[in-house]
């Protein structure tokens, strides 16, 4: 079993920056995959950001590439989401997730094993 905790969202205003960071369990933790996704009121839930377990290869979504960066710090566990001049339709609850299966990133949820709570990402105008 891989628990993840997300933490660090909160209220910013347009152009602010935030960091998110999800702390997992897991003791093979380098060997998952890791992706981003968040989910806004009345939207399905949508890709934003994926990172191979060494860290190596990155993906993103056309909506926050130059925006976002994805990174991982696998002697501690955790991935983190560096958002950075942050539009107001970036507002959505963000959870982390864990692909322990994949050699190749994905951008579907479905491909993901576990998810973290989510947190609250808000941007004013």
């Known amino acids: 079993q891989v628990q993840l905790v997300e933490s660090g969202g909160g209220l910013v205003q347009a152009g602010g920056s935030l960091r998110l960071s999800c702390a997992a369990s897991?003791?093979?933790?380098?060997?998952?995959?890791m992706g981003w996704f968040r989910q806004a009121p009345g939207k399905e839930r949508e890709f934003v950001a994926a990172?191979?377990?060494?860290?190596?290869?990155?993906y993103y979504a056309v909506s926050v590439k130059g925006r976002f960066t994805i990174s991982r710090d696998n002697a501690k566990n955790t991935v983190y989401l560096q958002m950075n001049s942050l539009k107001p339709e970036d507002t959505a609850v963000y959870y982390c997730?864990?692909?322990?299966?994949?050699?190749?990133?994905?951008?579907?949820?479905?491909?993901?094993?576990?998810w973290g709570q989510g947190t609250q990402v808000t941007v004013s105008s």
């Open positions: 897991g003791r093979t933790f380098r060997s998952y995959a």
């Open positions: 990172i191979t377990g060494s860290g190596g290869n990155t």
């Open positions: 997730a864990a692909d322990l299966r994949s050699i190749s990133l994905s951008t579907s949820s479905r491909n993901y094993d576990y």
